[in-house]
């Protein structure tokens, strides 16, 4: 109990609730609403099959900072006591401390685990969080909250973080300017919450990443706990009888049930069913004194409360990097060491960290200078990762040149032009369709496919052939194929159908990740193969999948194996690999392919023998096959082409002697 009631916890939830309406009394069931959020959200990214929907506790943290904000800005502006000034230096001592200790402490593990591709983006992912842009830096480094790896990015929450600091940033101004109506000041907020509702709702499928991220996408969520607070304000508490209160109180509890149990990632989010979660939110925090915010004040959930953010700010950094460390799936007794870890963190940070900052005896001016001056030390840190392409320098010379390898595949594969990404079919540009020569293969795949395409560039003029590239990132060349994280799947697969119908290439070649269920394929790949050859397709080769490695991928099996052994990494090996899967899987299309009647090519065999799968090619050695868990580096590719182009086209001419 001492915890929760404390004079400096007191001070802190007067400080943040006091001047909410005219209720200036602490509301601890909102504290407990702060717990229930946050649990919902650890729970999500630790065990998601527990809690599909846990994820929607961000949304019910908007509601909450939405009201707490516009609560201390009114009343203050109605007191004529608001200064911008006092405002931001609250919300620096309130949000920087915990900030800065956990990118630091994610900046120091990363040193020592991350290969050099991860510590080029996160060197990218603390600038977005020193900037409080971490949103639109995930959305311009186009990654998903939801895609497939998402979870292996330790600063990838912090996007809930930079929408809270880009709505203080706008709206202490904004609703000092409406205040100027005070009679219309309920309308204009309700306005804007339901233009950014629009908007949201509005957001095509294609720009589900933008809807996410986007603070016009997302601000009604804050502006709904906005209006809250200004409708209380506005109008004297009116006595609501004890029935009504509980019936309020537990369509609240259910509409926050609904969202966490009910909702999973195959939810459009944000969307219509993230409305759910916001009004059961707003609805428990216009009621009070029932059954359900007793529960929510008792001091256990308060507590979780009290240290929410400090929780929320750690948890995810250590569930990404023992994701990352176990490469496939992480014991459930470890994910829930993690987040007892992850709450002794929490408590150690408010309590030595947070509380002594925020509550100090030291002039306000000395401790906002130190914060700011962490702050900014974030970005030579940031400067320090990406402009050397991730700090190479931290490995030892024998190993360092493969930590570089491949990383850069934005050119070679044509991304966002013949490798689309969350884009439409009409983004394919015209020189995907080839050069208009003949013989003409064309690659019709996932990014994998698009991995192959370096390497039957680079033997095309020897072999005087052409070559065209369609591929779409997670789609693999299924017709009727559907992934809710990739909206465009389906319409981009009819889009390639269409176009090598126009087309007539000599030769189809279907290249995927294949890490899709049996009785998918064995459900799509007849009807595709059917629709190919009723195109006028003469050739169709399916690739198979190439080695797999377990975690990051390959370079980091190199690093790791030099520090378990002190040697590099065998040109042939299984350390960490998923040889396994790729063998059955080959099994499984040599089945298919012979049922259909059409070519197939073991990428696996090319790679593969009895002493293991090629990791390094090239003179000595020097260049790894693959960059991450299983896309070709360019000359990986250029390796598989040349052993797989009889195959393909038929041996080559010798020339007369």
Not at 180 to 190: D, E, F, L, T, Y
Not at 411 to 426: F, K, Y
Not at 435 to 445: A, F, H, S, T
Not at 460 to 484: F, H, K, M, N, W
Request: aromatic share 10%.
């Amino acid at each position: 109990m001492a915890i929760v009631d404390n004079p400096e916890t007191m001070a802190a939830r007067r400080e943040d609730e006091l001047s909410v309406g005219h209720a200036p009394a602490y509301r601890p069931d909102i504290d407990g609403l702060r717990a229930v959020a946050v649990i919902g959200v650890l729970v999500f990214h630790a065990f998601p099959r527990l809690l599909p929907g846990g994820f929607a506790g961000v949304d019910v943290f908007f509601v909450i900072s939405g009201y707490l904000i516009t609560g201390i800005i009114d009343r203050q502006c109605a007191n004529g006591t608001f200064s911008f000034r006092s405002f931001y230096a609250r919300r620096i001592l309130r949000i920087f401390p915990s900030l800065i200790i956990v990118v630091l402490a994610t900046f120091a593990i990363a040193w020592f685990v991350f290969p050099v591709g991860e510590m080029e983006a996160l060197g990218s992912n603390i600038m977005g969080a020193a900037a409080f842009a971490e949103n639109f830096m995930l959305h311009e480094q186009i990654v998903g909250y939801f895609d497939p790896g998402a979870e292996r990015l330790p600063l990838l929450h912090l996007w809930s973080l930079g929408i809270e600091e880009q709505y203080y940033i706008i709206w202490p101004a904004a609703l000092m300017l409406i205040t100027r109506w005070p009679s219309q000041k309920a309308a204009i907020v309700a306005a804007l919450g339901l233009g950014s509702l629009v908007v949201c709702l509005a957001t095509p499928a294609g720009e589900a990443a933008w809807a996410f991220y986007s603070p016009t996408t997302r601000g009604w969520e804050l502006l709904a706990g906005s209006l809250l607070a200004v409708l209380m304000g506005q109008r004297a508490a009116r006595p609501i009888a004890p029935a009504l209160r509980n019936l309020l109180a537990a369509v609240g509890v259910a509409g926050i049930a609904v969202a966490l149990f009910g909702f999973s990632v195959s939810s459009p989010w944000p969307g219509v069913r993230s409305i759910v979660p916001v009004l059961a939110t707003m609805v428990l925090i216009a009621t009070s004194g029932t059954l359900v915010h007793r529960v929510l004040a008792s001091p256990p959930i308060v507590f979780v409360g009290l240290i929410s953010y400090p929780l929320y700010l750690w948890h995810f950094p250590l569930i990404a990097f023992t994701k990352l460390q176990f490469g496939g799936e992480v014991p459930e007794w470890i994910l829930l060491a993690l987040l007892g870890l992850s709450a002794g963190l929490a408590w150690l940070t408010y309590r030595f960290i947070e509380r002594p900052i925020r509550f100090g005896t030291l002039p306000i001016g000395w401790r906002i200078g130190p914060l700011l001056a962490g702050m900014a030390a974030l970005i030579p840190l940031s400067a320090a990762a990406t402009s050397t392409r991730g700090l190479p320098i931290r490995f030892a010379p024998e190993i360092r040149g493969f930590m570089l390898s491949g990383s850069e595949t934005s050119s070679h594969w044509r991304r966002g032009r013949c490798l689309l990404l969350l884009q439409p079919a009409s983004a394919f540009g015209a020189d995907c369709a080839g050069q208009g020569r003949r013989p003409l293969l064309l690659i019709w795949g996932d990014s994998y496919g698009a991995a192959l395409y370096p390497g039957l560039l680079q033997l095309s003029t020897e072999r005087g052939y052409d070559v065209a590239q369609y591929t779409a990132s997670a789609c693999p060349p299924l017709i009727g194929y559907t992934l809710d994280a990739r909206p465009f799947c389906k319409s981009i697969n009819d889009d390639v159908v269409l176009r090598i119908g126009r087309l007539r290439p000599d030769v189809v070649i279907l290249d995927a990740t294949w890490g899709h269920a049996e009785a998918v394929l064995r459900q799509d790949l007849p009807r595709t193969v059917a629709q190919l050859r009723a195109n006028g397709v003469a050739k169709i080769v399916l690739m198979g999948p190439p080695p797999s490695w377990q975690g990051v991928g390959l370079s980091h099996n190199v690093l790791d194996y030099y520090r378990q052994t002190g040697a590099v990494l065998p040109e042939r090996t299984l350390f960490r690999s998923n040889d396994e899967w790729t063998r059955s899987r080959d099994a499984l299309f040599r089945d298919l392919t012979r049922e259909l009647a059409i070519d197939f090519i073991s990428v696996r065999d090319v790679f593969c023998n009895g002493e293991g799968c090629l990791s390094r090619i090239g003179a000595g050695g020097t260049q790894l096959t693959a960059f991450d868990a299983g896309h070709l580096t360019v000359p990986g590719s250029i390796f598989l082409a040349r052993h797989a182009m009889d195959e393909l086209l038929g041996p080559a001419r010798q020339p007369p002697r």
